[in-house]
């Protein structure tokens, strides 16, 4: 079974510019999620999509969104870029899950992210 | 202050050596404990999981989790320089509105020497 894959995997832009990531989740994973990796912050949570629904939303500003197409493909889009957005984005898959509880955790497959350079 | 707190270290270790990674947290109301390894140039990967409190062995590794003291560790047994990688921790909590999300511990550097 193929893995999560994301394109490009390398990316430089300038500031100002604006960039879309894509993500191709496992193939039956129906909700895909978006991570900023940096060195300082770590991982943290940007958006969850499910059934092209924006399910669950971090703590960005509005400059980042995505979206959700109906193949569970997923784009992310950030625009007017800042230095400060530089960073590896990591998108993981998943099955979707309907409740907690023992049992009900639903394993997050990441794929190699997108290493973005704001210059 | 951070939801989860973990040593960025970096940690260097002799091959064979037992290494012990921790994290600490503040939202009580997490429920899934993960560890996550990730290796230079890779999307992490999912290495244990723990739902609630409790031990978890797999292998050379064991999880473990104190929610009395919002604390969890992972204990990598006979370090192999192929444990060289970051380490992750991760928790979750399921909510009816939102689902769960992850939420990650800054990562600890770990290098095996042979």
């Known amino acids: 079974k193929a893995g999560v894959t994301q394109t490009p995997r390398y990316l430089i832009k300038t500031r100002g510019q604006q960039v879309t990531l894509s993500c191709s989740p496992i193939s039956g994973h129906r909700s895909v999620s978006w991570y900023q990796q940096t060195p300082g912050q770590g991982l943290q949570f940007l958006f969850e999509?499910?059934?092209?629904?924006?399910?669950n939303k971090g703590n960005f500003p509005g400059r980042f969104s995505g979206r959700q197409f109906s193949n569970s493909r997923s784009e992310m889009n950030v625009s007017t870029l800042e230095l400060g957005d530089s960073a590896l984005y990591l998108c993981?898959?998943?099955?979707?899950?309907?409740?907690?509880?023992?049992?009900?955790?639903?394993?997050?497959?990441f794929g190699p992210g997108t290493r973005l350079t704001v210059l | 202050q951070k939801e989860v707190e973990q040593d960025p270290g970096p940690l260097s270790v002799p091959e064979g050596a037992i290494v012990s990674l921790n994290c600490t947290y503040s939202n009580s109301a997490f429920q899934y404990f993960m560890w996550y390894r990730q290796y230079s140039r890779k999307g992490p990967e999912l290495l244990m999981y723990t739902y609630s409190s409790g031990n978890k062995e797999d292998g050379r590794f064991t999880a473990q989790v104190d929610k009395s003291s919002k604390y969890i560790s992972l204990f990598i047994r006979d370090s192999q320089p192929s444990d060289s990688a970051t380490y992750l921790c991760a928790m979750s909590a399921w909510e009816e509105t939102s689902g769960s999300r992850l939420t990650f511990g800054e990562g600890t550097q770990l290098t095996v020497n042979p």
């Open positions: 999509y499910f059934s092209e629904t924006q399910r």
């Open positions: 993981a898959s998943s099955h979707y899950i309907t409740s907690g509880g023992f049992g009900s955790y639903n394993e997050q497959f």
